[in-house]
Structure formats: C-alpha cells, structure tokens
C-alpha cells in the first residue's frame, strides 16, 4: 500500500489511478525499480539538476494516457 499522506480520500483515489504516482508510487515498484528511481533522485539533486524528475513525471503521465486508451499520436502531440 501507498505510505503517502494526501489531503483527502478522493486526492489518494485520483494520485492512485490518474496521476504520475500511479506509476511512480515507491510502495507499488519492484525492488529493482524503487533503487533505479531513487539513483536518479539521488542524481537529479547531487547534479543540481531537478528537471530529471520531471522528465520522469512526464513519461509516467504519458504512460498513463497510453494505458488509458489514448492513441500514440493523441500522447506525442499532447507531451511532446
């Protein structure tokens, strides 16, 4: 389960299901992906270089528009 804390019940279901956490969510990844996201976390601040993180919440929002039944083409004109 998630160990975030979110202002309410309907901010947990929406980060759970339709936000970049969904994806990125430290309590739902493998032990292989938690240490791959937490080195580029450990990267993005030792190189001061934060919008490395964006880039991953770019490319989980994009994932989840796929998942969701947008087409690739509706995903690369919408992020891209």
Known sequence: PCRERF????CR???LKESPHAVL???RLQPEQRE????LE?????????HLLLLAHGVAAMLL???SGVSQDEVL????
Request: charged share 35%.
């Open 7 to 10: 202002c309410s019940e309907s």
């Open 13 to 15: 279901d929406w980060a």
């Open 25 to 27: 969510c430290h309590s």
């Open 36 to 39: 791959a996201l937490r080195s």
């Open 42 to 50: 450990e990267l993005a601040e030792s190189s001061e270089e934060e």
């Open 65 to 67: 528009a796929r998942r």
């Open 77 to 80: 004109q919408r992020f891209v």
